[in-house]
């Protein structure tokens, strides 16, 4: 027999066994490797979403809570007392003293909107998943010729995680219908609440809330 | 000669070498920048957090520096603590005070390092000027005010209480609202009362409402405590006593003067042009006792160490044009009775008497006890021009104004190094707050 | 086959390394976020010492009842829940958080030793450092708050110092 012959034998194709457990290992391989790459690729979209969210909550916060410190309740309009809370407040921060007198700086206003697009009618008006949502907003000379405007975050709650518009406390903190930012007055202090959502690439929602202290520094002219 | 015939190898095996490692090489590749890229972001997170971390617990031991800086100069220090070179170490921390007096007030700027974190304070600290008079009623234990009584508030530099009662609130006219009632301890409101102002019990205690009682404004506890005013009696030489004999009159100049025993006899008629200050052993007017003030030059204050004693039919008048500025300030412990259908004017600061003013009364003024009761259907009006009265207590202070700055570290802000490392500061060494006065 | 056999060996190590990285993003997450919950749990007690009247602090948040302001057992002492964070398996009293005032809890002591509270140090403005409880007449106070949890990363400490006085 020539050798050609031999190798051409050889050669000739897999057994059905071989295919089979070829074909299956190359499946089981490619789906293992498909399933890591989703997981990762959800992991990461989610993370990054979480991540963010997250960092966003705790920056804004800490903005409305520095912004609060400096004021005093004789500064702020309204001033609304638990269990009630408001949506919108304005206030002056101190930005020093001149003999026995504070000096107050620009008039502010921290106040949740809807976001654009969106109303209050109970829909998804702009069709990202969530219903009435908003921002939080930082403006400065409100309705003067000078008025500057920030946005601190997006993604706002229309309501507070775990409440609803029932008239009732839902989640059982001692406030009623809160909404997702909202802040009331207690004494010489103020309890703010925060609330985010938003939608990750899978349609799950993505919630991140909190609520601080923060009592106020200065005391105004008008004793108590 | 050999043949030698290399094994054939078929096509297909040739262009299959290398490509399953090829392939494997990529995916773990791609999966790897995946993976990279999700551990960036989860310890970009974490770093941030971190940071905050150290930021706020630099700004906690900011306040501790206000602290620090206050009590010092409370304690008569000048309310520097510690510098950059030799800050003051507390909490893993360092923070160190720079004081800058002005006047009677002094300016803190507090500096803070955590780790990262950084943080400044400005504060302005001056001395505690305290209002004796800042509303209707102020006690430092609890107020019992009858039933149908009305509190309001007027000013005295506007004239006479009628021509300003020109508002309308909850169906009864008042003058203005600055009727502020407050306690440290409870606060109990008769049926029908009115006040039309705050009424405000302790931080601990609570207020009671009867039935249609009102109040215009905040019923909430108090904050903080109404702190003792401790009243400084002026060291005068007496000139023995002094009275004003039944029907007569006598007048008291503008000055400083001592006396024992002072009092208005039945129908007597004293007038006391200011400023003056009178110290007295003890206080009496008698019935249809007139006391005649005349504020136009300056306030007349009475300080009375003793009994004070006000008779139902006495009487307390500005002279025309003049707003009523006197005040009695009462070092007494006792009580001290107003009998029914009394009318008083001026400010009365007693701070450790308990005070009864019976009912159908009528007080245009303000009043300051340890405790205080009123009868029914008694009327009050504080009087807003008693707000220009003062006491300076130069060795306490107070925060005026609170402030967020950039700390003071300059270069070493923007570096966010372990404030030890950055600064070549020996842990071991740092003095204790308490030690870093002055330093 | 040996070219295979290696490629199935670089993509398990692969998906190996790949998951682990998934693991430990997931834990660095969880640990972020536990660390923004402590912050801010500390921060609000912070807040609320500042809130309360400077004389009742220290019977607010010691470990007696008995002096509790508004009556025996009304305070709310010196341990706090905080709500997302798991108690550490060897914590005495069960709670995540603690206000930690100089002393023994129910005392306030001058002559403690504790460097990172700046004791001992004189607590009443009488320019001595004596062994007396100064509950009462207290015009400075060092207060220390603790948050100790059990997180993704294991047992976690978090701790913010100030000092406390008579604002006004």
Same mark, same amino acid.
């Given at each position: &027999?020539?050798?050609?012959?031999?190798?051409? =034998? #050889? %050669?000739?194709?897999? $057994? *059905?066994?071989? +295919? /089979?457990?070829?074909?299956?290992?190359?499946?089981?391989?490619?789906?293992?490797?498909?399933?890591?790459?989703?997981?990762?690729?959800?992991?990461?979209?989610?993370?990054?979403?979480?991540?963010?969210?997250?960092?966003?909550?705790?920056?804004? &916060?800490?903005?409305?809570?520095?912004?609060? =410190? #400096? %004021?005093?309740?004789? $500064? *702020?309009?309204? +001033? /609304?007392?638990?269990?009630?809370?408001?949506?919108?407040?304005?206030?002056?921060?101190?930005?020093?003293?001149?003999?026995?007198?504070?000096?107050?700086?620009?008039?502010?206003?921290?106040?949740?909107?809807?976001?654009?697009?969106?109303?209050?009618?109970?829909?998804?008006?702009?069709?990202?998943?969530?219903?009435?949502?908003?921002?939080?907003?930082?403006?400065?000379?409100?309705?003067?010729?000078?008025?500057?405007?920030?946005?601190?975050?997006?993604?706002?709650?229309?309501?507070?995680?775990?409440?609803?518009?029932?008239?009732?406390?839902?989640?059982?903190?001692?406030?009623?219908?809160?909404?997702?930012?909202?802040?009331?007055?207690?004494?010489?202090?103020?309890?703010?609440?925060?609330?985010?959502?938003?939608?990750?690439?899978?349609?799950?929602?993505?919630?991140?809330?909190?609520?601080?202290?923060?009592?106020?520094?200065?005391?105004?002219?008008?004793?108590? | 000669?050999?043949?030698?015939?290399?094994?054939?190898?078929?096509?297909?095996?040739?262009?299959?070498?290398?490509?399953?490692?090829?392939?494997?090489?990529?995916?773990?590749?791609?999966?790897?920048?995946?993976?990279?890229?999700?551990?960036?972001?989860?310890?970009?997170?974490?770093?941030?957090?971190?940071?905050?971390?150290?930021?706020?617990?630099?700004?906690?031991?900011?306040?501790?520096?206000?602290?620090?800086?206050?009590?010092?100069?409370?304690?008569?220090?000048?309310?520097?603590?510690?510098?950059?070179?030799?800050?003051?170490?507390?909490?893993?921390?360092?923070?160190?005070?720079?004081?800058?007096?002005?006047?009677?007030?002094?300016?803190?700027?507090?500096?803070?390092?955590?780790?990262?974190?950084?943080?400044?304070?400005?504060?302005?600290?001056?001395?505690?000027?305290?209002?004796?008079?800042?509303?209707?009623?102020?006690?430092?234990?609890?107020?019992?005010?009858?039933?149908?009584?009305?509190?309001?508030?007027?000013?005295?530099?506007?004239?006479?209480?009628?021509?300003?009662?020109?508002?309308?609130?909850?169906?009864?006219?008042?003058?203005?609202?600055?009727?502020?009632?407050?306690?440290?301890?409870?606060?109990?409101?008769?049926?029908?009362?009115?006040?039309?102002?705050?009424?405000?019990?302790?931080?601990?205690?609570?207020?009671?409402?009867?039935?249609?009682?009102?109040?215009?404004?905040?019923?909430?506890?108090?904050?903080?405590?109404?702190?003792?005013?401790?009243?400084?009696?002026?060291?005068?030489?007496?000139?023995?006593?002094?009275?004003?004999?039944?029907?007569?009159?006598?007048?008291?100049?503008?000055?400083?003067?001592?006396?024992?025993?002072?009092?208005?006899?039945?129908?007597?008629?004293?007038?006391?042009?200011?400023?003056?200050?009178?110290?007295?052993?003890?206080?009496?007017?008698?019935?249809?006792?007139?006391?005649?003030?005349?504020?136009?030059?300056?306030?007349?204050?009475?300080?009375?160490?003793?009994?004070?004693?006000?008779?139902?039919?006495?009487?307390?008048?500005?002279?025309?044009?003049?707003?009523?500025?006197?005040?009695?300030?009462?070092?007494?412990?006792?009580?001290?009775?107003?009998?029914?259908?009394?009318?008083?004017?001026?400010?009365?600061?007693?701070?450790?008497?308990?005070?009864?003013?019976?009912?159908?009364?009528?007080?245009?003024?303000?009043?300051?006890?340890?405790?205080?009761?009123?009868?029914?259907?008694?009327?009050?009006?504080?009087?807003?021009?008693?707000?220009?009265?003062?006491?300076?207590?130069?060795?306490?202070?107070?925060?005026?104004?609170?402030?967020?700055?950039?700390?003071?570290?300059?270069?070493?802000?923007?570096?966010?190094?372990?404030?030890?490392?950055?600064?070549?500061?020996?842990?071991?060494?740092?003095?204790?707050?308490?030690?870093?006065?002055?330093? | 086959?040996?070219?295979?056999?290696?490629?199935?060996?670089?993509?398990?190590?692969?998906?190996?390394?790949?998951?682990?990285?998934?693991?430990?993003?997931?834990?660095?997450?969880?640990?972020?976020?536990?660390?923004?919950?402590?912050?801010?749990?500390?921060?609000?007690?912070?807040?609320?010492?500042?809130?309360?009247?400077?004389?009742?602090?220290?019977?607010?948040?010691?470990?007696?009842?008995?002096?509790?302001?508004?009556?025996?057992?009304?305070?709310?002492?010196?341990?706090?829940?905080?709500?997302?964070?798991?108690?550490?398996?060897?914590?005495?009293?069960?709670?995540?958080?603690?206000?930690?005032?100089?002393?023994?809890?129910?005392?306030?002591?001058?002559?403690?030793?504790?460097?990172?509270?700046?004791?001992?140090?004189?607590?009443?403005?009488?320019?001595?450092?004596?062994?007396?409880?100064?509950?009462?007449?207290?015009?400075?106070?060092?207060?220390?708050?603790?948050?100790?949890?059990?997180?993704?990363?294991?047992?976690?400490?978090?701790?913010?110092?100030?000092?406390?006085?008579?604002?006004?």
């Amino acid at each position: &027999m020539s050798r050609c012959a031999a190798g051409k =034998r #050889a %050669a000739a194709g897999f $057994t *059905l066994l071989e +295919l /089979t457990l070829a074909l299956t290992l190359v499946g089981v391989i490619a789906g293992s490797i498909g399933l890591v790459m989703k997981t990762c690729s959800r992991a990461l979209r989610a993370g990054a979403s979480g991540a963010a969210l997250e960092s966003n909550l705790r920056r804004s &916060m800490d903005f409305v809570c520095d912004r609060l =410190r #400096a %004021a005093s309740t004789s $500064t *702020l309009v309204p +001033l /609304t007392e638990s269990p009630f809370s408001t949506t919108q407040i304005d206030f002056q921060r101190a930005v020093g003293g001149v003999g026995p007198s504070v000096v107050w700086g620009n008039p502010e206003r921290i106040l949740f909107e809807y976001s654009p697009g969106e109303t209050d009618d109970g829909v998804d008006n702009d069709a990202n998943g969530l219903i009435d949502e908003g921002r939080v907003v930082w403006i400065q000379n409100a309705g003067s010729a000078n008025e500057t405007r920030a946005t601190l975050c997006n993604w706002v709650r229309e309501y507070f995680e775990g409440e609803e518009d029932t008239g009732v406390d839902d989640n059982g903190n001692g406030r009623i219908d809160e909404r997702g930012f909202s802040i009331d007055i207690e004494g010489n202090r103020a309890h703010v609440r925060l609330s985010l959502e938003r939608m990750d690439s899978d349609g799950r929602s993505i919630v991140r809330t909190l609520e601080r202290t923060v009592t106020f520094r200065n005391q105004g002219d008008d004793l108590p | 000669m050999k043949l030698r015939v290399r094994p054939h190898r078929p096509r297909s095996v040739h262009l299959e070498a290398g490509s399953a490692l090829l392939m494997a090489v990529f995916v773990v590749g791609s999966l790897m920048m995946l993976s990279v890229a999700l551990l960036a972001t989860s310890t970009s997170s974490s770093r941030e957090q971190s940071a905050n971390t150290a930021r706020q617990r630099a700004f906690y031991l900011a306040e501790a520096g206000v602290s620090e800086g206050l009590t010092a100069l409370r304690a008569g220090a000048t309310g520097n603590i510690g510098s950059i070179a030799t800050p003051a170490y507390l909490g893993t921390g360092v923070f160190w005070v720079e004081a800058t007096p002005s006047g009677n007030e002094t300016t803190l700027l507090v500096s803070a390092m955590w780790g990262s974190g950084r943080a400044g304070l400005e504060v302005v600290v001056g001395e505690v000027r305290s209002q004796p008079f800042g509303g209707m009623f102020d006690a430092y234990e609890d107020i019992v005010i009858g039933d149908e009584v009305f509190i309001d508030a007027f000013n005295t530099w506007l004239g006479p209480y009628a021509p300003q009662v020109v508002n309308t609130e909850n169906g009864v006219d008042f003058a203005h609202e600055r009727g502020r009632v407050r306690s440290n301890g409870d606060v109990d409101i008769g049926a029908d009362t009115n006040i039309i102002g705050k009424a405000r019990p302790g931080p601990t205690s609570s207020i009671t409402l009867g039935p249609g009682a009102y109040v215009s404004q905040s019923t909430t506890p108090l904050a903080d405590y109404i702190r003792l005013i401790p009243i400084e009696v002026p060291t005068l030489v007496s000139l023995g006593p002094y009275s004003v004999p039944p029907g007569g009159s006598r007048s008291i100049p503008p000055g400083s003067y001592g006396f024992d025993d002072f009092g208005i006899g039945d129908s007597g008629e004293l007038t006391i042009v200011g400023p003056a200050t009178i110290v007295v052993a003890s206080y009496t007017q008698g019935a249809g006792g007139r006391l005649l003030v005349d504020a136009t030059a300056g306030p007349v204050t009475i300080y009375c160490t003793g009994a004070f004693a006000y008779d139902a039919t006495a009487e307390i008048d500005t002279l025309m044009g003049a707003p009523l500025d006197l005040a009695f300030m009462c070092t007494t412990t006792g009580s001290i009775d107003f009998a029914p259908s009394t009318t008083f004017r001026g400010g009365l600061f007693a701070p450790g008497a308990d005070l009864t003013i019976g009912e159908d009364s009528e007080i245009f003024g303000s009043i300051v006890a340890s405790r205080i009761t009123t009868g029914d259907r008694a009327r009050f009006h504080f009087d807003e021009h008693l707000l220009t009265r003062e006491i300076t207590s130069p060795e306490d202070h107070e925060i005026v104004s609170w402030t967020v700055v950039e700390a003071a570290g300059g270069q070493f802000n923007a570096l966010r190094q372990d404030p030890f490392e950055l600064l070549g500061l020996d842990r071991g060494s740092l003095p204790r707050p308490s030690d870093a006065w002055d330093l | 086959m040996v070219e295979l056999l290696i490629a199935i060996a670089v993509l398990t190590l692969g998906i190996g390394a790949v998951s682990s990285t998934l693991v430990t993003s997931s834990s660095l997450n969880r640990s972020s976020r536990e660390a923004m919950i402590a912050t801010s749990a500390a921060q609000n007690v912070l807040e609320t010492l500042h809130a309360e009247p400077f004389e009742d602090v220290f019977a607010t948040y010691n470990s007696s009842a008995a002096d509790d302001p508004l009556g025996a057992g009304s305070a709310p002492g010196p341990a706090f829940a905080v709500p997302g964070l798991d108690v550490q398996v060897d914590d005495p009293d069960g709670f995540v958080g603690e206000v930690i005032m100089p002393g023994p809890g129910d005392l306030l002591l001058e002559d403690v030793g504790d460097a990172d509270l700046g004791m001992p140090r004189d607590l009443n403005a009488d320019g001595i450092v004596d062994g007396a409880d100064h509950a009462t007449d207290y015009t400075v106070l060092p207060v220390r708050i603790r948050v100790a949890w059990r997180g993704a990363a294991g047992d976690q400490t978090l701790e913010f110092i100030t000092t406390l006085t008579r604002r006004r």
